[in-house]
């Protein structure tokens, strides 16, 4: 079951130092896995790397989705070619209306203030998010908003994972330029190193290297530089 599954906390507990990244992404469970493939294909395809999934509580797919702000075109019922075209939009948008508010939906980077809307409007009871996203930190709870919302029963968030995996999420996203004053915003956050390794990625020609790999290849290839950004290795 999904539930099962837990998020990491980012404490390195004993033996972790032998830890491979094959190991890591073999230990992941199905969702996670299918979403950062939905993610990789929007990196891929010129879009912001993040993928989602929304699964039943008993962790079987039922509509996986990525970002397509940059396409020109989509499966029937997704959205594509504008910045509603995020995501976790497009695996809401792909849920029967009226159904039981009780799939979990896994997503691989902190969910923004519009897609955290849709999730409250679906039929999710749960979100778990890879990496953390200063962007839109704060921006899940609607329950300020009115009575109604208030009285409402909240959407579980559980994230963001503390290991290489959420730090792996973050990263990829920041692929896509998201201009001047978002970069600043983000460096004032302190994703000043995740920004500069992306530059230097961009730099040396590594993008097209990485684009040829499979998500879970690149996550072996970028490991030594996602445990150095895990926020667990950094002095206290």
Excluded at 4 to 27: I, K, L, M, Y
Excluded at 45 to 61: D, E, L, S
């Amino acid at each position: 079951m999904v539930a099962s599954h837990p998020v990491f906390d980012g404490h390195p507990g004993r033996g972790e130092r032998q830890t491979t990244p094959n190991a890591v992404w073999s230990g992941l469970d199905h969702a996670w896995q299918v979403a950062f493939r939905q993610a990789w294909e929007a990196f891929r395809t010129g879009n912001i790397a993040v993928g989602a999934c929304a699964t039943t509580p008993a962790g079987a797919v039922v509509h996986a989705a990525r970002n397509r702000v940059a396409d020109s075109h989509a499966p029937v019922g997704e959205v594509f070619g504008s910045s509603l075209a995020h995501a976790e939009v497009n695996v809401v948008a792909r849920l029967s209306l009226g159904r039981r508010k009780e799939l979990v939906l896994t997503t691989t980077l902190e969910p923004c203030l519009q897609c955290s809307a849709v999730v409250r409007l679906g039929p999710i009871a749960t979100v778990r998010f890879a990496g953390a996203d200063p962007l839109w930190e704060g921006c899940h709870d609607f329950s300020p908003l009115s009575r109604r919302e208030a009285a409402r029963t909240h959407v579980k968030m559980i994230g963001p994972r503390g290991d290489e995996v959420g730090v792996f999420g973050t990263l990829i996203s920041r692929f896509w330029d998201h201009g001047p004053t978002v970069q600043a915003f983000l460096r004032a956050s302190g994703e000043a190193e995740s920004l500069d390794l992306v530059r230097e990625l961009k730099a040396s020609g590594t993008m097209p290297k990485l684009a040829a790999m499979e998500v879970d290849e690149a996550f072996a290839y970028l490991w030594p530089q996602l445990r150095a950004l895990r926020p667990s290795s950094k002095p206290i």
